[in-house]
């Protein structure tokens, strides 16, 4: 949501009021990550891009994925600021769908305010929901999953109140700007209700209820209408993990839909809602403390195809490429599965990691040569480390 000025000015004077003296110097804590990663799959397209991973670099190459960098800053009476950059090809793509350029983007930049057993952020943040992490360092495979590149955002801007009822129960609440919004150019706002369970109060082991509800108008420039409302998306998200001995276990079941003016689906001769259900598992068996193995599954339908669209590869064979801007087509029903196994070694705070992967989709889709194909095989190699 937009931040009014009496807000930020309130804060702002909060944050002074509680701020050391002049003579003192407030705590900072820096930390970052980077990975990189190469790609090789069996199927080549138009623009070199990789099937089933829109957000991920071209065939072929050894790209840095990301680079995090970022800063905690305890000050006193609870406040703290907290601020982090991505850049690298993770920046470009956050960048790019707040309708920003370049590829460094601030997806944390907030004021948090913690309490016994309250804890208050404003500002950018990033997204609480799905099972794998904007920083690539902290995932378990080694590519980028169906749900994380379709379905769940990357963040958002507006306030969250958390609330723990005991180690055990904890509830949140939100109000913020559309999904991967930095400015508000409506007067609709996205609101999310959030409930979680640490077994046994510990913060590896959980399962995670969010739901967010908003009405807001998601163009960008000439196609952003400041005061119109947009569209209403409704979003549904349960997650966990579970952590016991070398074995991990992470799982996520997304549901949305979202509505859509007749123009901008092919074939609608009315206002259409679209929807989608999206259900993974990922597990990882340590064999030793430095060596793993892992596995990833997924399920993804798209009933108009306005998510798996935003792979150019697919939007190309459902006639989407052209020069309307439809974000999906009548009748469409996509349903794809993805299935990845791998190895990862560590190396202290570094990491290597060799996976290969296979997607399929129940649509045909054309190669550089016109043969139709509907499966994709994979291969990536990602390196990287924490620190």
Same mark, same amino acid.
């Given at each position: 949501?937009?931040?009014?000025?009496?807000?930020?000015?309130?804060?702002?004077?909060?944050?002074?009021?509680?701020?050391?003296?002049?003579?003192?110097?407030?705590?900072?804590?820096?930390?970052?990550?980077?990975?990189?990663?190469?790609?090789?799959?069996?199927?080549?397209?138009?623009?070199?891009?990789?099937?089933?991973?829109?957000?991920?670099?071209?065939?072929?190459?050894?790209?840095?994925?990301?680079?995090?960098?970022?800063?905690?800053?305890?000050?006193?009476?609870?406040?703290?600021?907290?601020?982090?950059?991505?850049?690298?090809?993770?920046?470009?793509?956050?960048?790019?769908?707040?309708?920003?350029?370049?590829?460094?983007?601030?997806?944390?930049?907030?004021?948090?305010?913690?309490?016994?057993?309250?804890?208050?952020?404003?500002?950018?943040?990033?997204?609480?929901?799905?099972?794998?992490?904007?920083?690539?360092?902290?995932?378990?495979?080694?590519?980028?999953?169906?749900?994380?590149?379709?379905?769940?955002?990357?963040?958002?801007?507006?306030?969250?109140?958390?609330?723990?009822?005991?180690?055990?129960?904890?509830?949140?609440?939100?109000?913020?700007?559309?999904?991967?919004?930095?400015?508000?150019?409506?007067?609709?706002?996205?609101?999310?209700?959030?409930?979680?369970?640490?077994? +046994? @109060?510990?913060?590896?082991?959980? #399962?995670?209820? %969010? =739901?967010? !509800?908003?009405?807001?108008?998601?163009?960008? *420039? $000439? &196609?952003?209408?400041?005061?119109?409302?947009?569209?209403?998306?409704?979003?549904?998200?349960?997650?966990?993990?579970?952590?016991?001995?070398?074995?991990?276990?992470?799982?996520?079941?997304?549901?949305?839909?979202?509505?859509?003016?007749?123009?901008?689906?092919?074939?609608?001769?009315?206002?259409?809602?679209?929807?989608?259900?999206?259900?993974?598992?990922?597990?990882?068996?340590?064999?030793?403390?430095?060596?793993?193995?892992?596995?990833?599954?997924?399920?993804?339908?798209?009933?108009?195809?306005?998510?798996?669209?935003?792979?150019?590869?697919?939007?190309?064979?459902?006639?989407?490429?052209?020069?309307?801007?439809? +974000? @999906?087509?009548?009748?469409?029903? #996509?349903?794809? %599965? =993805?299935? !990845?196994?791998?190895?990862?070694?560590?190396? *202290? $705070? &570094?990491?290597?990691?060799?996976?290969?992967?296979?997607?399929?989709?129940?649509?045909?889709?054309?190669?550089?040569?016109?043969?139709?194909?509907?499966?994709?095989?994979?291969?990536?190699?990602?390196?990287?480390?924490?620190?």
């Amino acid at each position: 949501m937009r931040i009014s000025p009496f807000l930020l000015s309130a804060l702002a004077s909060a944050l002074l009021a509680q701020a050391p003296s002049p003579g003192g110097t407030p705590a900072l804590k820096w930390r970052g990550s980077l990975w990189a990663s190469a790609v090789t799959q069996n199927r080549d397209t138009g623009d070199s891009s990789l099937v089933f991973r829109p957000l991920e670099a071209g065939q072929g190459q050894f790209t840095l994925d990301g680079l995090m960098l970022g800063v905690d800053a305890a000050l006193t009476g609870g406040w703290s600021a907290k601020a982090t950059l991505l850049t690298g090809q993770a920046g470009k793509v956050v960048q790019g769908s707040t309708g920003d350029s370049g590829t460094i983007a601030p997806v944390e930049a907030m004021l948090v305010w913690t309490g016994e057993h309250d804890t208050f952020r404003a500002g950018r943040m990033i997204t609480f929901i799905g099972m794998e992490f904007l920083d690539g360092a902290q995932d378990v495979a080694a590519s980028r999953g169906l749900l994380f590149s379709f379905v769940d955002p990357f963040g958002q801007v507006g306030i969250n109140w958390h609330h723990a009822f005991s180690p055990v129960w904890s509830a949140d609440l939100w109000a913020f700007n559309g999904e991967d919004r930095t400015r508000d150019n409506n007067h609709g706002k996205t609101v999310g209700l959030g409930l979680t369970y640490n077994h +046994a @109060g510990s913060q590896e082991n959980f #399962l995670s209820l %969010q =739901a967010y !509800s908003g009405v807001e108008q998601d163009g960008f *420039g $000439p &196609a952003s209408h400041t005061g119109a409302e947009g569209r209403k998306r409704e979003r549904v998200c349960l997650m966990g993990q579970w952590i016991g001995g070398g074995s991990t276990f992470q799982w996520e079941a997304s549901l949305g839909r979202e509505s859509f003016g007749a123009a901008s689906i092919l074939g609608a001769t009315a206002p259409a809602t679209a929807t989608w259900r999206g259900y993974g598992f990922i597990c990882k068996q340590a064999i030793t403390p430095s060596l793993g193995l892992f596995a990833r599954a997924e399920w993804l339908s798209d009933d108009l195809g306005v998510r798996l669209s935003a792979d150019p590869t697919i939007r190309e064979g459902l006639g989407l490429a052209g020069p309307i801007a439809y +974000a @999906g087509r009548m009748g469409a029903n #996509l349903r794809a %599965q =993805a299935a !990845s196994i791998g190895v990862e070694q560590k190396y *202290g $705070p &570094a990491f290597a990691r060799l996976e290969l992967r296979q997607d399929r989709l129940n649509r045909d889709l054309t190669d550089t040569q016109g043969r139709a194909f509907r499966e994709n095989l994979s291969g990536t190699l990602s390196l990287g480390a924490s620190f």
